[in-house]
């Protein structure tokens, strides 16, 4: 299916798509012919660092990896002048479970990537950059590594780019697969050649990331709409989505609807109105996971209000986070769908705080019972009760993203739970620890 | 127990040390080459990366095993990694698990008695659009239909 042009009658954003249905847009040749690299020029070169970084700031560009937080201020936290290398590094570790829209844009669009790198490195005054890629995502690997070639042999990378003082390159680097390593510090570690643990911030790694020099990281997304902005001008940008959340967004949905995919919309867009985009909910919706599995779901209701844009989703309590929609209909079972992701979020615990490490671990083991039928009537105020406990508790948010819909899930669809409860006949029993077994480090 | 490492072995990896031995970080890197050359980076050959790349043992072993990439056994020939994420959850991909479980005979994160399969269950490989969805080496078969996908998915590899 190709990406749709219009919608009601108006020119859905144009700003990170130009390639989604172009035949061999990953190739220079091709990619020239759409505009790749206008931008390295004069039109970049021209303008100081610090003006660059002031136009972003004025966009109103967010980071698209999950926290939105607003890119160009990140910018302007790097320290300049230092002596010591500043490196940009670009997460395309893509790993929240919902979410496709790296690998879409890095598989289609990799000049795209590489134009957005080499603006944000002169503004930012890196030497080298390095883009993180999930270790599964294979075809996307070969993609950059062929782009950044091209690029080279083209004179878009390395000594003196496009003939001017600037001077850039570029390192894929594989991942291995560690979901964790998706946060910004843990990545870092990664890296250097680590475990993917997260660091205890400050320090960010803004002052102190990768081999202890300052390093700026962004989400693949974040970086690929600054040459847009660069050519069309912060006002353009903003002629889409809210005050706070301007400009377009991808989002990737999937689950109970008729078209799944990815689609590039003006933030702001009412919940519904996507649904309607992407072919319509399948059956009746009875919730929805807005921003990826760590965002609380909402329940039909709050859909109905709901637009897709940081503060209204951030009013229902829950975040637009990267992207990932995923309504589910009457006929799924929550319980089910709950049990999944505290399975997954215990999995991907890095082990080295104790309420993470053993907290995800019991409350999926808690929940595995109340699924299978063995509940007790105390499970799941208990897992709630933990779900407080290790939230905001520990050195990342991981802990947090599984306290989250646990709360949620819990709270909104708590009759599901409780019919789960009613199938044990000893249900009344307390809950023994030893009747779990042991897990957490699956 | 340790068992020493063939010559052959012993050559791959004195070339991939000399690769990569000067470049910072780049321990995950020789990892990944070293697994692509043997399928998996046994804890003998651990040991013998230790000395070639100047790195202890206890940082080989504890990046080997913190990585879900990386086997310390080698998995049977053909990988299947089913999708447990929450769009293929959705679409019956714990009945896909059955049924290649079922269809093979043996259990999740186990090999075949002949290591042709092997059976694993992965976090979302981000392909939720296409739910259910099985990875076989790498390649993604969606859309699957949950109870016959045992005998299909197993039917097109077996013997190849
Ligand atoms: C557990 C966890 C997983 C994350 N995974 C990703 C990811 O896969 N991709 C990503 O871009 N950001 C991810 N993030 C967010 C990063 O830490 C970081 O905020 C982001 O890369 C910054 O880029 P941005 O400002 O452009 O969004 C994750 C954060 C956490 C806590
Ligand atoms: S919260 Fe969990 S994943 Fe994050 S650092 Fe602590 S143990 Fe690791
Ligand atoms: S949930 Fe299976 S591919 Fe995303």
């Given at each position: ?98 979410t496709f829209k790296d690998r879409l844009l890095m598989a289609r669009d990799p000049h795209l990537l590489i134009e957005g790198m080499i603006c944000t490195g002169w503004a930012l005054g890196v030497r080298t950059a390095y883009i993180y890629v999930r270790g599964e995502m294979l075809p996307q690997i070969q ?300 | ?160």
């Amino acid at each position: 299916m190709p990406h749709p042009t219009h919608w009601k009658g108006k020119e859905l954003p144009n700003v990170l798509r130009r390639l989604f249905d172009v035949p061999g847009g990953h190739r220079l040749a091709v990619a020239r012919q759409h505009g790749a690299y206008s931008t390295i020029g004069a039109t970049l070169f021209d303008k100081s660092p610090f003006e660059l970084i002031e136009l972003v700031k004025d966009s109103g560009l967010r980071g698209r990896g999950g926290a939105g937080f607003p890119t160009g201020m990140k910018w302007s936290f790097v320290p300049r002048g230092t002596g010591k290398p500043v490196y940009l590094v670009i997460n395309a570790d893509e790993g929240e479970p919902g979410t496709f829209k790296d690998r879409l844009l890095m598989a289609r669009d990799p000049h795209l990537l590489i134009e957005g790198m080499i603006c944000t490195g002169w503004a930012l005054g890196v030497r080298t950059a390095y883009i993180y890629v999930r270790g599964e995502m294979l075809p996307q690997i070969q993609a950059l590594n062929h782009a950044i070639r091209e690029a080279y042999d083209a004179g878009l990378l390395g000594e003196n780019i496009a003939g001017s003082r600037y001077s850039l390159d570029i390192y894929v680097h594989r991942g291995a697969g560690a979901y964790i390593c998706g946060e910004e510090t843990a990545l870092i570690n990664s890296l250097e050649g680590y475990k993917g643990q997260p660091r205890l911030k400050p320090p960010f790694p803004a002052v102190s990331g990768a081999f202890a020099n300052p390093t700026c990281v962004n989400n693949v997304e974040t970086i690929m709409a600054v040459p847009w902005i660069l050519t069309h001008g912060a006002k353009a940008y903003r002629r889409w989505g809210t005050d706070k959340s301007p400009g377009s967004k991808l989002f990737s949905i999937a689950g109970d609807i008729g078209r799944p995919g990815v689609y590039e919309i003006p933030l702001g867009m009412p919940m519904p109105e996507f649904f309607e985009l992407a072919g319509g909910v399948v059956g009746e919706l009875q919730g929805c996971i807005p921003g990826g599995s760590s965002a609380p779901v909402l329940n039909a209701e709050e859909c109905a209000k709901a637009a897709m844009d940081y503060e209204s989703l951030a009013g229902l309590k829950s975040m637009l986070g990267s992207g990932a929609v995923m309504p589910f209909n009457a006929t799924r079972d929550p319980v089910a769908i709950l049990r999944t992701l505290t399975r997954f979020y215990a999995h991907e615990s890095c082990g080295q705080c104790t309420p993470c490490r053993e907290g995800t671990g019991y409350a999926h083991r808690v929940l595995d019972q109340v699924a299978e039928g063995k509940g007790r009537d105390g499970d799941i105020d208990h897992v709630r009760d933990l779900a407080d406990q290790f939230e905001w508790t520990t050195i990342c948010p991981l802990a947090t993203a599984d306290a989250w819909p646990i709360k949620s899930f819990t709270g909104k669809f708590r009759p599901a739970f409780d019919a789960y409860l009613a199938k044990n006949p000893d249900r009344a029993k307390p809950r023994e620890l030893t009747q779990l077994e042991p897990g957490a480090f699956m | 127990m340790t068992t020493a490492t063939t010559p052959n072995v012993q050559e791959d990896l004195q070339r991939i040390a000399k690769k990569w031995k000067d470049k910072p970080g780049s321990l995950i890197m020789v990892l990944h080459e070293v697994q692509e050359r043997l399928g998996c980076v046994p804890r003998n050959v651990c040991l013998e990366l230790a000395k070639l790349i100047d790195v202890p043992v206890a940082r080989i072993y504890e990046v080997v095993t913190f990585y879900n990439y990386f086997k310390t056994e080698a998995p049977g020939k053909h990988i299947l990694s089913v999708c447990t994420g929450t769009a293929c959850h959705l679409k019956g991909a714990s009945k896909v698990l059955e049924s290649l479980s079922k269809e093979l005979g043996i259990k999740e994160g186990e090999s075949s008695a002949d290591k042709e399969f092997h059976l694993q269950s992965v976090r979302c490989v981000g392909c939720c659009g296409m739910a259910p969805v099985v990875m076989v080496n790498g390649a993604i078969h969606g859309k699957l239909k949950p109870e016959s996908s045992g005998k299909e998915i197993v039917a097109q590899y077996r013997g190849k």
